[in-house]
């Protein structure tokens, strides 16, 4: 989603007196409600792989009486394509895939040597067909600085020490998790340098960010806060150590320097979009494998790659 805002800049740099509504999941919308191009969010209403037929007819009849002009369809899945089919929405681009051809009349081929990155596939769907990609802009996510106020006050958080923030979960699997222990040693490198550090992310990595903070040296903030809340706590970070995951994305987006680290992903497919960033990635033969968890067992792109390491780069 993160990632999408650059999309919708280009759309509406073509287009200004555009409106944008962004249908997703109802998770996501607190970050479409930080970017400024977009009017409304729309809750797609629907589970994670889920058809859910009847569901999506209906939020397509909902939406009938919007007039849409055109929809991006982002995702290459059939069910996507639905509801923008239903609402009867008349210019529908996508790129080819399931067998959708009567739900997209506006096809696109996915070149994947030329779009040989996610933003640059969400991108090049702002465009004509035929047409040249444009410059891409980074995401920029707003922040809301009283906000930031009251969660500092709400959650009694130290900011008078330059913040470090972890965020050691990844929703794919844990070849893209950079080991615990790496983290806690980390955090304690960081506190004898004078940092303060915070562990963000959501209830699923409270259990991982209690190891983290076990000696001390971390404050874990997972499951504490909501989506929107982190947004404006990463914003008060002076860097950020994070596996390839959203929240990677929303410390980008929010102008913090980030610490990425790679172990089955590549950097060339889904980079952090800044220019302040550091990527941690040591390009064996065996990866980037894009599996969930290690198929040899070792998880050397990832243990290899120490705490000193990315301590000597913060400091």
């Known amino acids: 989603m993160v990632m999408a805002q650059s999309l919708f800049k280009i759309v509406k740099t073509a287009e200004p007196e555009s409106s944008l509504d962004v249908l997703a999941p109802a998770w996501s919308l607190p970050i479409v409600a930080r970017m400024p191009e977009i009017r409304n969010g729309i809750s797609s209403e629907t589970g994670h792989g889920e058809v859910g037929l009847g569901k999506r007819r209906q939020i397509g009849r909902s939406l009938r009486a919007q007039n849409y002009d055109r929809a991006i369809i982002m995702p290459r899945s059939l069910k996507s394509a639905l509801i923008p089919w239903f609402a009867k929405i008349p210019r529908r681009t996508g790129f080819r895939g399931e067998s959708r051809y009567f739900l997209i009349n506006d096809m696109r081929e996915l070149n994947r040597d030329v779009l040989d990155q996610t933003v640059k596939r969400f991108a090049a769907l702002g465009v004509d067909s035929g047409q040249p ?56 490198k960081l506190a004898q340098s004078g940092f303060a550090v915070w562990v963000l992310g959501s209830q699923k990595d409270r259990a991982a960010g209690d190891v983290i903070a076990a000696d001390g040296h971390a404050v874990n903030l997972c499951g504490q806060t909501e989506l929107a809340d982190v947004i404006d706590l990463v914003a008060l ?79």
């Not at 891409?136 to 130290?158: F, G, H, T, Y």
């Not at 680290?261 to 302040?276: E, H, N, V, W």
């Open 237 to 315: 970070c002076q860097q950020v150590v994070s596996n390839d995951s959203g929240l990677m994305h929303v410390a980008a987006a929010v102008g913090v320097h980030v610490h990425g680290i790679y172990g089955s992903s590549s950097p060339l497919f889904t980079p952090p979009l800044t220019q302040k960033r550091d990527i941690h990635s040591l390009n064996l033969e065996c990866s980037p494998c894009f599996e969930r968890h290690c198929p040899l067992g070792h998880l050397r792109c990832l243990k290899d790659i120490s705490p000193s390491q990315i301590h000597a780069k913060i400091v």
């Open 133 to 188: 990609l444009p410059e891409i802009p980074n995401p920029e996510l707003q922040v809301s600085r009283e906000r930031q106020q009251d969660l500092v006050e709400k959650l009694a958080l130290d900011t008078s020490r330059p913040i470090i923030g972890m965020m050691p979960g990844a929703e794919y699997g844990p070849a893209k998790c950079w080991p615990l222990e790496y983290f806690r040693e980390l955090a304690e």
